[in-house]
């Protein structure tokens, strides 16, 4: 498996943990766009959301709530944060084991700005 | 309640509706940012993320479910699609009643323009 988010689920590449259980491990972004940047990922492989089935529900569940729960210890629960999950080339995923990006830590405009989509 | 979504949910206000179970309404915003721009809104009032609790982990599974259902009936699954949770001032969160942005239809920048953070 050359998956570079299993490998550092493995320990097999070094990465900025900051919370791990027996369902997801949550790291920072290794090119952060904001402040606070972490990705929360399942410890199993699955591509994208596409791959996901209604018995993950827990998980997915779980990997809102962890958001949740990791942006309540990075003190910006109440000014604010972004919850986003990219599937497919639209969206620019560009590693395809799924994750939830949790960014914050400063204002962020939406709806987007007209640069965003080309 | 002067709640919009609220309004939406028990018909009391129009929208084009997707989709309804007794979990979740789907609906389309009245601003898409997108070609496709859905909102999947729990039936319950959540003012936001911060008021979730431990019990409402198969409601979030739901919603993410949901949306991936609907980029499917959408015909989005491959070309790709983004979700977007905003909670509070810093993601620009404008309706507090907790939802989430499904956005697809147009291929989308990530990460994002350096003009998207003000």
Redesign the interface.
Known sequence: MNCVFCQIIEGKLPARLVYRDELVTVFHDR?P??PVHLLVVPNRHLES??Q?Q?A???????M??TA?QI?AQMG???????????????????VFHLHLHLI??????????P????
Do not use: C, K
């Open positions: 090119a766009i904001t959301l596409n996901v209604e993950d529900r827990e998980l997915l569940g779980h809102i709530l949740q942006a910006i629960q109440h000014s604010g944060y972004r919850l986003v999950i990219n599937t497919g080339r639209d969206a620019g995923q560009s914050g830590g400063t204002r962020m405009a939406f709806p987007l700005q640069g965003e989509f080309s």
